[in-house]
């Protein structure tokens, strides 16, 4: 079924130290504060046929820390995870091969993955059919890239994007939705608007590279520029 965790006061924070998890039902982890997962703290939906349900985690007026070594996964074929967080999100492992994702980050989106021998490390951060990213300052940093496993993609950020994807991919346009558990049990829709192009406000750096495939440009929203 639905499961709700919820610290509904504004400055109280949750730590997950185990996992989460349902079968077909929705997943919602709502913190006033910050949200942190521990390493190996995982939030999954496990069910062989989850279908559309979603993962909604979001740190409203804190930080959305994920270890590297935790995982937002499901394998549903219209599943959606949304993100976000009132200052910075981490990365660990978000796998949605089958659905789409949305980080939102007030301030920065980083890898939660530690360096190799100085470089940026193989493990990838993000695996869906498409990503939004969307952030106050900075999309990870010119020695961390964000490493994805997408198909469309669009990213939005004041100041510099570093992206590393393992194959194909297309800049576009996406929107994404989830179902919000509420104190009842049922849900809500949350929708993060369609966004498109890759783009910074303040001048900043755009750094996106393919280690193994093709990378295509395209004019999602009809401006003109990508």
Do not use: C, F, W
Not at 9 to 16: H, R
């Amino acid at each position: 079924g639905n499961v709700l965790v919820q610290a509904v006061n504004a400055g109280k924070s949750i730590t997950v130290n185990a996992d989460v998890t349902t079968g077909t039902g929705n997943l919602s982890v709502l913190a006033g504060l910050d949200l942190t997962l521990a390493a190996g703290a995982d939030l999954l939906i496990t069910g062989a046929t989850p279908g559309a349900a979603s993962i909604d985690a979001e740190a409203t007026a804190g930080a959305l820390l994920m270890s590297a070594t935790s995982t937002m996964s499901s394998s549903g074929t219209a599943a959606t995870a949304r993100l976000k967080a009132g200052t910075s999100v981490t990365v660990g492992d978000i796998s949605l091969a089958a659905g789409s994702v949305s980080i939102t980050a007030g301030t920065s989106i980083l890898d939660a993955d530690a360096l190799v021998s100085s470089a940026n490390d193989p493990s990838q951060d993000i695996t869906a059919v498409s990503l939004r990213l969307n952030a106050g300052t900075v999309i990870a940093d010119s020695v961390n890239h964000l490493e994805t496993t997408v198909g469309t993609l669009t990213a939005s950020s004041a100041g510099s994007v570093y992206l590393l994807e393992a194959d194909d991919l297309t800049v576009g346009s996406v929107a994404v939705s989830v179902n919000r558990v509420g104190s009842a049990a049922g849900v809500s829709t949350v929708s993060d608007a369609a966004q498109a192009d890759v783009r910074t406000s303040a001048n900043g750096s755009i750094v996106l590279r393919s280690t193994a495939g093709s990378l295509t440009l395209t004019d999602g929203n009809t401006d003109g520029v990508v």
